[in-house]
Each structure stands twice: as C-alpha cells, then as structure tokens.
C-alpha cells in the first residue's frame, strides 16, 4: 500500500446484495463494534483484529494443517475436532492455504480504500440499472470513522453519486458518525431496547448515545430508517416495543421502523471462533407474534416493515 494510504478493517465484502438499501448493492463489511449484543449473529465482526475459525462439517481430518504449522498450534481434542491453541497461533495463514476443503479461514484484512472502490466498481453497471450502490455496515462503521469516511467520500465522487448507505448500531461520538452521515443518502439505524439498564444488559453499554445520535441523525434531514432486532424473551414484549415505536415517531422525517426478526444463523459462528453463544436455544418468533407487534408498530403511525 502506498504511504499516506487510509486503511481499515473489514472482514468481507457481499456482492449483488438486495437488502441494506435500494436496488442491487455491494455491502461491504468492516471488523470491529463497541457492543457486545448477545444475539449477535455476525460474532466475526466484533473484533479490530484478525480472527481464524474452525468449520468442523468441512474438515476431512487429513493432518495437512497440523503438519504445516510451524508453531504446532493446531491439534485434534478427544472428538477428533480440530482445536487451534490461539496463545502459540500467530494467524501466519499456512493452515489455511493447505487446507484443501476450506476448514479454515482467516476473517479481517487490512485494506486500503483503493481495495476496496476497485472491488465496487466493478458492479457499477448494476448499480445504474437498479438504482443501487454501496453499504457500509459492520462491525460498525462509525468505530473506523477515518476509514469509513474517506471510502463514502471517494465513492460519490468517482461514482457521481450513486446511491450510498451507512448502517449503525449508533453507539459512537457524533464527531465520527457525523462524518458518516455526511455522505449517505440513507442510514439504516438499530435500536435493541429502550430500557437503559436492559439495553446494557443485553449489548454492554447504555442506549443514553444512541438515541442522542438517533435524533441528531433525524434532524439533519438525512434519510433514516430504524430497525428493531426481534429476539424472543429478550426485547419482543408489547411494552418495548410500544416505546421503541413511540420514540421512532418523534424523529423528525422518520416514518418507517423495520422489525427484524431473530434468526440462529449466526449460532455455529461462536463454537468456530472458540466462543460461547449467549442465546441458546432461542427459536425463530412465530409468524402471528411478529405480525401482532406489526399492529403495534403501525398504530404509533409508523409503517412496519418486516426484515431489512
């Protein structure tokens, strides 16, 4: 990378997406959040920093991995399952290239804004025929503001202003999500619970900021849309909901709140990465509990919108 070059961490780039904006998009996905949401169904993004999993169904338990690494990191437990020593594994990536069915990678790169305007562009056909375009999310894009910035920046201009979104969990100064919000035509905000103390609970940190930012954001007269994560037994009662539908109406401008509903894609993540999941065995809401806090939302005057 050339000196001067603004750099960031990103840990996957996702073409020819239909959600997180208008038309066809590329969502690109930058490492690293403040919070700490129990449900979190992307635990890879969390981190500022290079991560490897393990993904067993893939492992052939052929040994090259084991043989290849130069610091005898890697192991087999008594299930046979590959276990990676992290305290000797310096991420060097040699078990990963000799691995011949994909059992482990290596998630978050350090790249530089060039990287990844050359990787976008190349859709840029579909972004003009669609009415798409970019979408910074995360991780949180606010917690790399240097990086995120300059890439929404260059982007409207070399792409002479194609459609740009920001999504946010909110939780950052307004110093750095205002750079943010500078340059997109659309920011797509998550609010997880209106209790202050259940919302540090639940994510690690007080919601005070978030709504602050919230309405900052309101007021500038970007565009924005609030979503909800719905997870079940965790913020899905008729009385969060009722408030979170309340503040969502008092933003200037805001007239829609998307429910997102719980999934458990992001479950197996945790045990390839070595962590614990802090929702087991929640399920899916049933399709009569989301359409019936659908009504709730709609009787604030809102429009409900179910998923991104």
């Not at 050339?2 to 750099?7: F, H, I, P």
């Not at 804004?113 to 050359?118: C, K, P, Q, S």
């Not at 933003?251 to 990465?273: C, F, N, S, T, W």
Request: a positive charge; hydrophobic letters at 35%; glycine letters at 10%.
């Amino acid at each position: 990378m050339k000196t001067g070059t603004v750099t960031g961490w990103i840990w996957d780039i996702k073409k020819y997406a239909i959600h997180d904006g208008p038309g066809i998009r590329t969502n690109v996905f930058l490492k690293g959040c403040p919070l700490r949401c129990i449900w979190c169904c992307n635990p890879e993004s969390q981190e500022f920093r290079t991560e490897i999993i393990v993904i067993p169904q893939n492992c052939a338990r052929c040994g090259r991995c084991s043989d290849a690494c130069p610091l005898q990191a890697i192991a087999e437990d008594a299930g046979r399952k590959k276990r990676i020593d992290l305290s000797r594994c310096d991420l060097c990536g040699i078990c990963v290239t000799v691995c011949p069915n994909g059992a482990l990678r290596l998630m978050g790169r350090r790249v530089s804004v060039e990287d990844v305007l050359r990787e976008v562009a190349r859709d840029s056909a579909f972004y003009q025929r669609s009415g798409g375009g970019l979408t910074l999310t995360g991780g949180e894009p606010a917690a790399q503001p240097e990086f995120a910035a300059e890439l929404l920046r260059r982007y409207k201009t070399e792409e002479r202003g194609r459609h740009a979104a920001v999504e946010t969990c909110g939780f950052a100064d307004w110093t750095a999500l205002s750079r943010l919000v500078e340059y997109a035509d659309l920011v797509l905000f998550d609010i997880k619970h209106m209790d202050p103390k259940r919302h540090l609970e639940l994510t690690g940190a007080e919601n005070e900021l978030i709504l602050r930012n919230a309405r900052r954001i309101a007021e500038s007269g970007r565009r924005l849309v609030i979503r909800f994560p719905l997870v079940p037994g965790i913020n899905d009662d008729e009385d969060n909901v009722r408030k979170t539908a309340a503040f969502v109406r008092g933003l200037p401008g805001v007239e829609e709140l998307d429910i997102l509903p719980y999934h458990r894609m992001g479950e197996p993540k945790y045990a390839q990465l070595g962590r614990v999941y802090g929702c087991p065995g929640i399920q899916t809401s049933a399709p009569e509990k989301i359409e019936s806090l659908r009504a709730v939302v709609e009787e604030s005057g809102l429009r409900a919108k179910i998923g991104g």
